[in-house]
């Protein structure tokens, strides 16, 4: 079964860091291009990140740009997202999303997201 | 970037059809052949229901579609079903490897 599984979220003063992982299972992560998108309470969808395959290419939203840094580990079939200089309004349930094959742009496969939550 | 525009709900009864507008700029939608549109079930994980600008992926049922004129990409669902109340996202490229999603459009099936 495909399947994308988020951890590492939590709650966390303003300021502190913290590292999202994902990990995904039954298929070949090191085949597709990978997103992080966050929903913060009662607000929409948020894209935050995204990877290529290869790491070569990475972006963000300028939300995050600067604080928040993606990165992936194919051997280990993981992907992450290293979150620094944490505000308020980072406060979000974060998804990871795999890409539809051979596409940078459309995300078909979701995990069930993990909450985080900045606050003192 | 900028959240691309959607408004905030729409309604219909059930077998009516509605469409979904997402309003962007010429740097966005209108450059690019690359929208997507997700719905998304509160608690839920959010599904693709058109890529490409009117591609469905297999298994989505055929009464979506879409389509896009200049700096506006449409969703249209037609034949409305109770299930399809939902919360609907359109998704564009917006060059450098960069993504923007509208602000959400609420779907009432009354």
Redesign the interface.
């Known amino acids: 079964e495909v399947q994308l599984v988020e951890s590492g979220g939590g709650l966390v003063p303003p300021g502190r860091s913290l590292r999202l992982s994902c990990a995904a299972s039954g298929f070949t992560f090191g085949d597709y291009a990978m997103h992080w998108v966050r929903q913060a309470p009662g607000k929409g969808l948020e894209w935050i990140s995204g990877i290529s395959w290869n790491s070569y290419s990475i972006d963000y939203a300028d939300s995050v740009k600067g604080r928040f840094t993606i990165s992936r580990d194919n051997a280990k079939n993981s992907l992450y997202l290293q979150m620094n200089s944490l505000r308020a309004e980072d406060t979000a349930l974060y998804y990871c999303a795999r890409t539809v094959t051979g596409s940078y742009y459309y995300m078909n496969v979701w995990g069930k997201g993990t909450t985080v939550i900045v606050s003192s | 970037?900028s959240?691309l525009t959607q408004p905030a709900s729409v309604s219909g009864s059930p077998g009516q059809s509605i469409t979904i507008s997402c309003t962007g700029t010429s740097s966005d939608v209108g450059s690019y052949n690359?929208v997507?549109w997700?719905q998304?079930h509160p608690g839920h994980?959010?599904?693709?229901m058109i890529?490409?600008g009117s591609e469905r992926?297999s298994g989505v049922s055929d009464r979506f579609s879409g389509s896009k004129s200049g700096n506006t990409a449409s969703l249209t669902i037609s034949g409305l079903q109770a299930d399809d109340e939902a919360?609907y996202?359109c998704?564009s490229?917006v060059g450098?490897?960069?993504?923007?999603?509208?602000?959400?459009t609420k779907l009432t099936v009354l």
């Open positions: 970037q959240a690359l997507s997700y998304h994980a959010p599904k693709l890529y490409e992926p919360d996202y998704c490229y450098s490897s960069t993504l923007v999603f509208g602000g959400g």
